[in-house]
């Protein structure tokens, strides 16, 4: 990934996992990419415990990065970096290339007519999945921390 990105609080010097990755815009290219990382992740004991929350997110942020970010142009690509500190946990960046999105313009899945949809539950997950979960790039690139 571009040094420009923001790295929150994570000091790099204590980095015990940082992995940079680029995924071709594919749904079919995210269950390899997800079960590569999962698989190092639980090895180095990044978000012990937390694995599966930390799982589902990447998964939901990568699927709607490919979905809305790409809509559908497989010559696009998404971008996608992991940190893991001992002590402050888990960082994962999504950045599509996408027009980007207002996250505050997005309706609850768990309200009214968006209760029987069959798709938009992926940012509600999300976030009751991870602990921090803020947008950059006018949207286009989503910060997710699991502690």
Same mark, same amino acid.
């Given at each position: ?10 000091? #790099? ?7 940079? @990755? ?9 269950? #390899? ?18 694995? @599966? ?28 970096? %992991? ?8 960082? %994962? ?13 997005? #309706?609850? #899945? ?29 949207? @286009?690139? %989503?910060?997710? %921390?699991?502690?």
């Amino acid at each position: 990934m571009p040094e420009s990105l923001p790295y929150c609080s994570f000091d #790099p010097r204590k980095l015990i996992l940082k992995l940079d @990755t680029i995924l071709d815009c594919q749904l079919e290219a995210i269950s #390899p990419l997800v079960n590569g990382v999962m698989q190092i992740v639980r090895g180095m004991g990044c978000a012990e415990g937390k694995e @599966t929350e930390v799982e589902v997110a990447l998964r939901e942020a990568l699927a709607n990065a490919v979905v809305h970010g790409c809509r559908g142009d497989s010559s696009k690509k998404v971008e996608c970096s %992991i940190s893991c500190d001992e002590s402050r946990g888990m960082l %994962i960046v999504i950045r599509d290339p996408g027009e980007g999105f207002d996250p505050e313009a997005i #309706p609850s #899945p768990v309200h009214g007519q968006s209760l029987f949809a069959a798709h938009g539950r992926g940012i509600y997950l999300i976030n009751q999945l991870m602990d921090e979960v803020h947008y950059e790039r006018g949207g @286009t690139e %989503i910060h997710m %921390i699991k502690r």
